[in-house]
């Protein structure tokens, strides 16, 4: 059961020889295949994977591995630049792009060993609650097959089978999600601008990390909003994502905005005794839509920690309601600006029509770019205009200070965490999510983690239980500016109180018996 | 009929001397192969960042010193958007809302009815120095009905130095313009070389009658010399007042200068008024510059500018240099700013003063007259002068000397002039001009002479 192991325990095997390099990416490699009805992935890069293996198996047999994440297959979100490798941000707009360099998130984890298997789906240009909406279709949930949901769903008609039935990944890091959720890698990257990792995290039932502003580079990840994203992290088990949080945070000269402290990878240590804990519960996260069915687990979570000796408070973060008109301009006033550069003129898609610069520009922008992007563009060149910025960007960028301040004086008073839900319920039905438009489901969704990002505090997804359809419910974690140590470390006892089960995937199960067998499963121990 | 009281601004943008570009490794360098000098970033590749290039910020903390400007410890870079094909991001990062350096001035020198003997000094207030990207170029072929991009120069820093409207005609634009290149080549800010775009100028005109508000100004663009920026201005001054005085009206817009045919025209892609949507430079953290009290104590002085560091080591300016000349050689005011106004000029005359006897009051006629007319004529600079400072030097030693005369020396240095190597002693005894002191010598050559005239 090596795919299904967690990323410390099959570093462990490729050590010991238990497992080599090229097993497990040709293993990884076979279930991507058989999985391909999840839409997880844009691109498998299938040679240079193979060959990545190789490389590491030869480094293994010498007995110089560059460390844990050597010979391990990750996954790498479709908006991240890859050497060699097309990097198409799910958008007609850079549909072939092949880029020159390598995000320094992606050229850090290939020069500790990490095996690159691919690309994975997103909503274009990471816009979007639900990786719906990209040009390469959306991304199916591993849940929508897993035993425990189909033992749950009650067809509403005769008619009505598994193929309408599937539920959507969350977004827009759906494939991401998808891809460690269903265990063709061991972990993956995201973005998180919004929400955005840790929102398809909650659906899919995965660790998603939102690393606090500036301590990973951003160089290389095609931006969505410059101030608010950041790289995010998703695996199977909290002490994974501290292992990839070790190997990549840290300042990088290419990007300005990484902070220049020397960053001290840390153990993650095994919390036993939280009394000394201060856990906030923010009252303004109870908020309009959210499902009795989380509320009730949200409680129990806080009940957790109190009857495990820690201070559970009541807090409040009062300007929480402002925060999602708040985004809404900043956001598009940032996309508006960021996308700019498409014009077809350098690189990526340019329109035949040549009558004129000008119209060129305009039918590559219409044709590159699908009707999220348009709406996004168009409203942030509005609130920029001379007339309208002081209405409302400046105004937007007064109320975010008033949003990050609120979480300042709550960490001040004393609360060392927060606990939130991630997401309002657990991961809709494909064809009742595309009922609503992108914005409504957008502003819908991120409500509960998009506050983080306005702040640029740590904050993380930790499945906590299945919901009455069999589907995953997660709960956040909000911690202080650069305190990722102990934010993690909460996280991780809490999973361990939780014991969130395995998804039970056909195709997962037939890929993974094996030879192997003998040895112990993974379970979230 | 009401005197017209013209009024005249400047926008120049001078090119940063620097290795590499404002936020982005690639090389600066003039005339290389097209799309040869092209970063990631400077193509707008998705992804990239931008780098703040501390060379750039030195270059313009100097020029704001220099022209005693209030240097902002604290400076922000902004987005200016507007599509064009030689912006490969569709923005421009600029210094809109806090500029590095404020409020500043600039003192140049004018001479009254063209006599160099009378100069008068004028202060122009600088508003403000702001650090910004160099574009690219775009070249347009009709016949071909295609447009070639070059991104050579797209990101290559750029200091906008904005001059307040205290100037009221071309005369005056120029004389500081040259000023300000000047400071600027001495600092090695910037080469300021205008014919090879190192140094742009846009001037602002307009005219009212005095007591009357200020009148709409129109912007004048593609000015390629200092010469030419007064010819635009005045014409623009004077196509300004005759269109009042005609009952017309002035429109606020951009004119190009035509040097052919030496007026200004409406420039034709420049229709109304762009809005640029100003936006913060999310990738760029607020500049901040130190000065001796503020720095902190254990502050990696790799990673800081200081300010007074930069104050202790300026040279001196052109102003300081043309007073020090004067001082010490005894020269007139006017000759000074004429040596100080041809490039390496100065360095030529004190080098011949250094290795001659005769005194610098002498020799700054020769260096002004003789040498500079003879550049002049053959559009030589004084570094292509076949005539260096030690011939020169050597011609005046024998002139100082009495070994030959002064015509005997204006002939010597149009033989020198012909580059063929030769020594000015050489060139003597060749044409024989020595002056001949020997008394029995001269009055066998006059018995001479008189003995062939009798003979006719």
Redesign the interface.
């Known amino acids: 059961a090596m795919l299904r192991a967690s990323l410390r325990q099959v570093s462990a095997a490729l050590k010991e020889g238990r497992v080599t390099p090229t097993e497990l990416c040709q293993r990884c490699l076979a279930l991507i295949k058989s999985t391909k009805f999840l839409n997880a992935y844009i691109t498998v890069a299938e040679e240079t994977a193979l060959k990545q293996a190789e490389e590491s198996e030869e480094r293994y047999k010498r007995g110089q591995p560059l460390g844990s994440l050597d010979g391990i297959p990750i996954a790498v979100k479709d908006n991240f630049n890859t050497a060699g490798i097309e990097t198409t941000c799910a958008s007609n707009m850079l549909k072939g792009y092949i880029s020159p360099y390598n995000a320094t998130v992606v050229q850090k984890l290939l020069d500790q060993g990490a095996v690159l298997l691919g690309k994975t789906n997103l909503d274009e240009f990471a816009m979007g609650s639900g990786s719906t909406d990209g040009v390469f279709g959306p991304v199916r949930n591993p849940w929508s097959y897993s035993k425990q949901y189909k033992e749950k769903s009650v067809p509403k008609c005769p008619s009505e089978d598994e193929e309408s039935n599937w539920v959507i990944t969350g977004g827009s890091s759906g494939g991401s999600a998808a891809a460690v959720s269903s265990f063709t890698c061991f972990a993956a990257l995201g973005s998180d601008t919004g929400g955005s990792t840790r929102n398809p995290a909650a659906h899919c039932g995965v660790v998603g990390l939102k690393p606090t502003y500036g301590l990973i580079s951003r160089h290389g990840l095609i931006p969505l909003v410059n101030s608010m994203d950041v790289p995010g992290i998703l695996t199977r088990c909290v002490d994974d994502a501290a292992i990839l949080l070790g190997s990549l945070a840290g300042h990088d000269p290419k990007d300005s905005t990484t902070i220049q402290d020397d960053f001290k990878p840390f153990e993650l240590p095994d919390l036993t005794d939280v009394s000394k804990l201060s856990i906030g519960i923010p009252k303004e996260y109870h908020a309009p839509g959210l499902s009795n069915e989380i509320l009730a687990l949200w409680s129990k979570a806080a009940d957790l920690f109190k009857n495990a000796g820690a201070k559970v408070v009541e807090v409040s973060l009062p300007h929480t309601h402002y925060s999602i008109v708040c985004y809404h301009v900043l956001c598009t006033a940032e996309v508006a600006s960021n996308m700019a550069r498409f014009d077809g003129l350098e690189y990526g898609h340019r329109s035949d029509l040549k009558d004129s610069t000008e119209s060129m520009y305009a039918a590559t922008r219409r044709e590159g770019f699908n009707d999220v992007v348009r709406g996004r563009i168009l409203s942030g060149n509005y609130f920029l205009l001379k007339q309208n910025y002081e209405k409302y960007f400046v105004k937007a960028q007064k109320v975010r200070r008033l949003i990050a301040n609120d979480f300042v004086k709550v960490f001040r008073s004393g609360v060392d965490v927060l606990l939130t839900p991630t997401t309002l319920s657990d991961a809709a039905p494909y064809m009742e999510f595309i009922q609503e438009d992108n914005r409504t489901r957008s502003a819908q969704d991120d409500i509960l983690t998009q506050a983080a990002n306005m702040a640029g505090l740590p904050a993380i997804n930790v499945p906590a239980a299945l919901s009455e359809r069999g589907l995953p419910v997660g709960l956040q974690f909000i911690g202080r500016s650069f305190q990722e140590k102990q934010l993690l470390a909460v996280a991780k006892w809490f999973e361990k109180q939780v014991q969130f089960p395995v998804i039970q995937l056909e195709e997962v199960k037939r890929h993974d018996s094996d030879v192997f067998q003998h040895q112990k499963s993974a379970s979230f121990s | 009929l009401a005197p017209w009281v013209p009024v005249v601004g400047l926008e120049i943008h001078a090119q940063i001397s620097s290795n590499s570009k404002l936020f982005s490794g690639s090389q600066v360098q003039f005339a290389a192969p097209p799309n040869s000098l092209v970063s990631?970033f400077d193509?707008?590749?998705?992804?990239?960042?931008?780098?703040?290039n501390r060379r750039c910020v030195e270059a313009a903390v100097m020029t704001g010193l220099a022209l005693n400007c209030s240097i902002n410890k604290k400076s922000l870079f902004d987005?200016k958007?507007y599509?064009?094909?030689d912006l490969?991001?569709?923005?421009q990062i600029t210094q809109q809302r806090v500029p590095i350096a404020v409020n500043g001035s600039l003192s140049y020198n004018l001479c009254i009815d063209n006599k160099m003997s009378q100069m008068v000094t004028k202060t122009v207030r600088i508003k403000q120095i702001q650090l910004e990207q160099d574009s690219g170029k775009s070249l347009h072929d009709d016949t071909r009905s295609q447009?070639l991009?070059d991104l050579n120069r797209a990101g290559v820093g750029l200091m906008e130095v904005v001059m307040e409207p205290d100037m009221c005609c071309g005369e005056e634009a120029a004389a500081a313009v040259r000023e300000l290149q000047l400071i600027l080549q001495t600092l090695g800010s910037s080469q300021a070389v205008m014919a090879e775009g190192q140094l742009r100028v846009d001037a602002n005109v307009s005219v009212h009658h005095p007591g009357e508000p200020y009148g709409v100004r129109t912007e004048v663009k593609n000015i390629n010399s200092i010469r030419f920026l007064a010819k635009a201005i005045d014409y623009e001054i004077q196509r300004q007042i005759e269109e009042l005085e005609n009952g017309g009206t002035i429109l606020n817009e951009t004119r190009a200068f035509d040097s052919k045919l030496g007026c200004t025209v409406p420039m034709r892609d420049k229709e109304g008024k762009q809005?640029y949507?100003?936006?913060p430079e999310?990738?760029?953290?607020p500049l901040i510059l130190y000065d001796a009290k503020s720095l902190p104590a254990n502050m990696n002085h790799q990673?800081v500018i200081n300010i007074d560091w930069i104050h202790e080591r300026l040279p001196d300016l052109p102003s300081v240099k043309r007073e020090k000349l004067v001082e010490q050689y005894g020269i007139l005011p006017e000759h000074s700013f004429t040596l100080l106004n041809e490039d390496g000029l100065a360095e030529f005359f004190e080098s011949v003063v250094k290795r001659t006897q005769m005194k610098p009051k002498k020799v700054i006629g020769w260096i002004l007259k003789d040498l500079l007319s003879y550049l002049k004529q053959h559009s030589l600079t004084v570094k292509e002068s076949p005539v260096s400072s030690f011939l020169l030097a050597d011609l005046l030693n024998l002139l100082e000397k009495k070994e030959i005369s002064s015509t005997a020396a204006k002939q010597v240095l149009a033989e020198l002039w012909k580059g063929e190597g030769k020594t000015p002693l050489e060139i003597v005894k060749e044409q024989k001009l020595e002056l001949l002191q020997d008394q029995k010598e001269l009055e066998q050559i006059c018995q001479a002479v008189i003995d062939g005239q009798e003979n006719e």
């Open positions: 990631f193509a707008s590749l998705p992804g990239t960042l931008p780098v703040l987005r958007h599509f064009y094909a490969p991001a569709g923005y447009t991009v809005d949507r100003f936006m999310p990738n760029l953290p990673q």
